[in-house]
T-cell receptor, first 112, second 112 residues
Framework: NAGVTQTPKFQVLKTGQSMTLQCAQD?????MSWYRQDPGMGLRLIHY???????DQGEVPNGYNVSRSTTEDFPLRLLSAAPSQTSVYFC???????????FGPGTRLTVL | GIQVEQSPPDLILQEGANSTLRCNFS?????LQWFHQNPWGQLINLFY???GTKQNGRLSATTVATERYSLLYISSSQTTDSGVYFC??????????????FGQGTILTVHP
């Protein structure tokens, strides 16, 4: 199993550009989520999904969209990048809600 | 939501020393995870521990859910143990279902 994979590892954007961060897992996990990690702020939940076709907002959803068309994939879209979105983004998955969660390697995003 | 407090915030050890990291949380939890974030930024699962004690090599963890705390023990520390240690209980329900609430972490530095 590859576990949770994320691409790209690094990305630099200009303000106003859009992009999609990819997340995939091959463990047949139903629950998937996106976090961002900022210095002094810990990890904060952006969006999550309890299964294909079902998504919901976390604590910092503004400026991000998600969709879940398959069990395996959970992409995160930045609609119009802002410098405040400079962060490290982690995707996580677990078999079900409340089960052990596993994290991908992260994407380091810089918005100029 | 649940509040998580970790102590100490920083810890410096000589190789071979033992240490105890503490995680206090404000509400009842059904489970709790401990992670190690290595110097490359990866979040590595250490323990998924609802209650009781688990051991994995030189590391062990104890969660006393009724008293709302968990302890992570590191014995015979090695330089590769350096990094940040997080505890994270999940939301049991309501908004952001399944969200892991991360403490601020303990920064561990092990010197040779």
């Amino acid at each position: 199993n590859a576990g949770v994979t994320q691409t790209p590892k690094f990305q630099v954007l200009k303000t106003g550009q859009s992009m999609t961060l990819q997340c995939a897992q091959d463990m047949n996990h139903e629950y998937m989520s996106w976090y961002r990690q900022d210095p002094g702020m810990g990890l904060r939940l952006i969006h999550y999904s309890v299964g294909a076709g079902i998504t919901d907002q976390g604590e910092v959803p503004n400026g991000y969209n998600v969709s879940r068309s398959t069990t395996e994939d959970f992409p995160l879209r930045l609609l119009s990048a802002a410098p405040s979105q400079t962060s490290v983004y982690f995707c996580a998955s677990s078999y079900g809600v409340g089960d052990e969660q596993f994290f991908g390697p992260g994407t380091r995003l810089t918005v100029l | 939501g649940i509040q998580v407090e970790q102590s100490p915030p920083d810890l410096i050890l000589q190789e071979g020393a033992n240490s105890t990291l503490r995680c206090n949380f404000s509400d009842s939890v059904n489970n709790l995870q401990w992670f190690h974030q290595n110097p490359w930024g990866q979040l590595i699962n250490l323990f998924y521990i609802p209650s009781g004690t688990k051991q994995n090599g030189r590391l062990s963890a104890t969660t006393v859910a009724t008293e709302r705390y968990s302890l992570l023990y590191i014995s015979s520390s090695q330089t590769t143990d350096s990094g940040v240690y997080f505890c994270a209980p999940p939301n049991a329900g309501g908004t952001s279902y399944g969200k892991l609430t991360f403490g601020q972490g303990t920064i561990l530095t092990v010197h040779p």
